[in-house]
């Protein structure tokens, strides 16, 4: 439980800590309490949010381990039956083909969402950083209308917008000279029900990046651009040796961020298509939704559930495990 | 000289482009639901509403049980953000204020807390709710988004909590203030844009919540309005007039609440969520 100072965190990791944020300064100093006794206050004021966080969500956890060890479908939930039947479900998931490429294909969308979530919202975030007063404002509200849109109001637009009689989108193809999509059925496949689904979940993430991002940028201190430019840095240059490495930290815990939030999408691919056509766009939560509730197998279900976790702790474990780090450095 | 013409065209450019490509969705949803319906399903779309008629709204607002599903819908969030603000902000102010053991530990636990995939653990949520005979009622759903949001709450309020000078705290100590006072009269204050930001955050995780309550509560009369534009899309599934007037309505609380605390909200999140 060493104090380090500011300074010598040699980590090497990026300190999300050090993030831009004023805000992080008064923590860095934390003052202990002023008489320096330990007291029991700060866990008493945790305790209202570690008890509903344990009770709400440690509970159904728990609960959920313990129903993916069990025989559970109709009948044994309307008798109230507790039928033990040992790894069963599990075995029943993993030795199917299916539970694989869900994975893969979880993996995948949620791989190019992200990408094309970062990438294009620190694009916005930078030309936000660019523009002048009026035009900003007129950038940002176009993102905050996409940002606010509630999801299942924003799926049913989409729905409508792709809607292969009378839809915009397909009106707007055959205009563009690009006739055999007209009368396109964007839903009937899977990789065209993706794209729709990528579009829209891609149109709502980007204002939550672009918009922290620049509010990020304006923090960054006017002397290392003065600085660089001294230098000789053009504006490439000043972007990869000031702008980068200053927003490192955000661009990483938002990348975290997006992973969890794109790889948990629900109602964005239920809403739309309930993972069709034909099953080939159900993601991990839809496919345990699908198995678990759809078809009634719930104890399957469940096991679907406890794998769905398992993989997004995989995925997001380099993330974590800096995280770890940082917080043992800040003792 | 022309360079510099250049440089400054080509973002305004791509920020009008940007604006159209992000406001469209939203645009194309109010027009259609003002639309008649001959304007709705033209051969070419109408790109201006000219002849505008309310009757879309009339017919969303008319399906049964749209009243009791709005209050439904304001009564659960609400409360579950209230709720939620008000055990994050004692804990975000032991995280932000105070050194003790353990502190790590609880960081981490509300990070991990974050990550919960609730969307797939409906089976094991709704056992529970009906083991407890809650079923069909607002409650479990009320405090099951406090928890949803809360680690959120709490990882942002945080960063608020440690922006907010040690000094005036500790000046208002002096002049004989309790702790308690010094923060309720103090920092409460300081807070307001920090408890704005995060309960924006919050009320959009609510009001959008869509997979718990369409496996705990079957009963229409206690469902809440996600559930209801999803069926309603499915009802009236080619009647788009009345999908997008119901989506608007959805929409329009949320949409104006927002612009509303954006420019509060904005920041925020960097400095306090996202960093963990």
Known sequence: MSVQTEGTDTAGEPAVRKAPAPASRGEDHAPRPSSGRRTATPYLLLLPALLATLILLGWPLVKNGMLSFQNLNPRQLIQHLTEWNGFDNYQEVLSGSDFWHVVERSVAFTAANVVLIMLLGTLTGLLLARLGRGMRLLLMLGLVLAWAMPVIAATTVYQWLFAQRFGVVNWVLDKLGWHSMADYNWFGSQFSTFSVVTLLIVWQSIPFVAINLYAATTTVPRELYEAASLDGAGAWKSFTSVTFPFLRPFLYATTFLEVIWVFKAFPQIFAMNEGGPDHLTETLPIYAFVQGVGNQHFGVGAAISFLTILVLLAITSYYLRMVLKQEEDEL | ?276
């Open chain 2, 1 to 276: 000289m022309k360079r510099s013409v250049f440089g400054r065209i080509w973002p305004n450019a791509t920020a009008v482009i940007l604006f159209a490509g992000f406001a469209f969705p939203v645009y194309w949803m109010f027009a259609t639901s003002l639309k008649p319906t001959g304007d709705i399903i033209s051969e070419d779309p109408v790109w201006f509403p000219t002849d505008i008629t309310l009757g879309h709204f009339g017919r969303a607002v008319d399906a049964d049980h749209f009243w009791t599903l709005v209050a439904n819908s304001i009564t659960v969030t609400v409360c579950s953000v209230l709720l939620s603000l008000v055990i994050a902000l004692f804990a975000a102010f032991a995280l932000a204020r105070m050194r003790f053991k353990g502190r790590r530990g609880f960081v981490v636990t509300f990070m991990l807390a974050q990550m919960a995939p609730w969307e797939v653990m409906v089976i094991a949520i709704y056992m529970l709710v009906r083991d407890n005979d809650m079923l069909d009622s607002l409650v479990p759903l009320t405090v099951f988004y406090a928890v949803m949001v809360l680690p959120l709450t709490i990882l942002t309020l945080r960063g608020y909590v440690a922006a907010v000078p040690k000094e005036l705290e500790e000046s208002a100590m002096v002049d004989g203030c309790t702790r308690t006072q010094a923060f309720v009269r103090v920092i409460l204050p300081l807070l307001a844009p920090g408890l704005m930001a995060t309960s924006l955050f919050g009320f959009i995780t609510a009001w959008n919540e869509f997979p718990l309550v369409l496996i705990l509560n079957k009963d229409i009369e206690k469902q809440t309005l996600p559930l209801w534009l999803s069926q309603f899309q499915t009802a009236f599934g080619d009647d788009w007039g009345a999908t997008m007037a119901a989506s608007s309505l959805f929409a329009l609380p949320i949409l104006i609440l927002f612009i509303f605390l954006q420019r509060k909200a904005v920041g925020g999140l960097t400095d306090g969520a996202v960093k963990g």
